[in-house]
T-cell receptor
Framework: DTAVSQTPKYLVTQMGNDKSIKCEQN?????MYWYKQDSKKFLKIMFS???????INETVPNRFSPKSPDKAHLNLHINSLELGDSAVYFC?????????????FGPGTRLTVL | AQTVTQSQPEMSVQEAETVTLSCTYD???????LFWYKQPPSRQMILVIR??????QNATENRFSVNFQKAAKSFSLKISDSQLGDTAMYFC????????????FGKGTSLLVTP
């Protein structure tokens, strides 16, 4: 059973399109995250949700909108895609947003904007 | 803001040898947590080891151990008896309440284990 799953794993699209990446965790965790890994492999937090409530919203363009329909799902919607959005996007989850709970990562979604 | 620095972009080690990856961080907080994550070519992020700042004892997980020097703000990872499967990017990460308990990553060290 996959603990944290993301769909799709690969996404190739044209500039200006709108796309979504879905994330689901079956670990019963309360907290979910989106991280972005750029072409130089640098990983940076984008958003974090705890029990469907937004708790971290880093400086990302407002073309990025996370949505958490329930605590097992955290989707990422991106409007008006730009070349610079090309990256690998990782979803992660942890039991709570506190202490040193391990964050479990999904397999990543490689987004390529042409 | 907390920063994490990994000063070795690339390293290489022969199978069965020992290698140490460096990590330093900057924070004014006294309570925090440190992690090493591994990212093999499959791109899956895997937790290697973690350390709580208030614990003086260095964490160990099988062939992986850390040298945590709180005063020096240093958190190095030692891999003993290196195996080919250890070839990966290794990321040092910092977490505390100020970061909303999100992981704050260094830029990574690419480790190649050669036969």
């Amino acid at each position: 059973d996959t603990a944290v799953s993301q769909t799709p794993k690969y996404l190739v699209t044209q500039m200006g399109n709108d796309k979504s990446i879905k994330c689901e965790q079956n670990l019963g965790h309360d907290t979910m995250y989106w991280y972005k890994q750029d072409s130089k492999k640098f990983l940076k937090i984008m958003f974090s949700y705890n029990n469907k409530e937004l708790i971290i919203n880093e400086t990302v363009p407002n073309r990025f909108s996370p949505k958490s329909p329930d605590k097992a799902h955290l989707n990422l919607h991106i409007n008006s895609l730009e070349l610079g959005d090309s990256a690998v996007y990782f979803c992660a989850s942890s039991q709570t947003p506190r202490a040193m709970n391990e964050q479990f990562f999904g397999p990543g979604t490689r987004l390529t904007v042409l | 803001a907390q920063t994490v620095t990994q000063s070795q972009p690339e390293m290489s080690v022969q199978e069965a040898e020992t290698v140490t990856l460096s990590c330093t961080y900057d924070t004014s907080e006294s309570n925090y947590y440190l992690f090493w994550y591994k990212q093999p070519p499959s791109r899956q992020m895997i937790l290697v080891i973690r350390q709580e700042a208030y614990k003086q004892q260095n964490a160990t997980e099988n062939r992986f151990s850390v040298n945590f020097q709180k005063a020096a703000k240093s958190f190095s990872l030692k891999i003993s008896d290196s195996q080919l499967g250890d070839t990966a990017m290794y990321f040092c990460a910092f977490m505390n309440s100020n970061s909303g308990y999100a992981l704050n990553f260094g830029k990574g060290t690419s480790l190649l284990v050669t036969p």
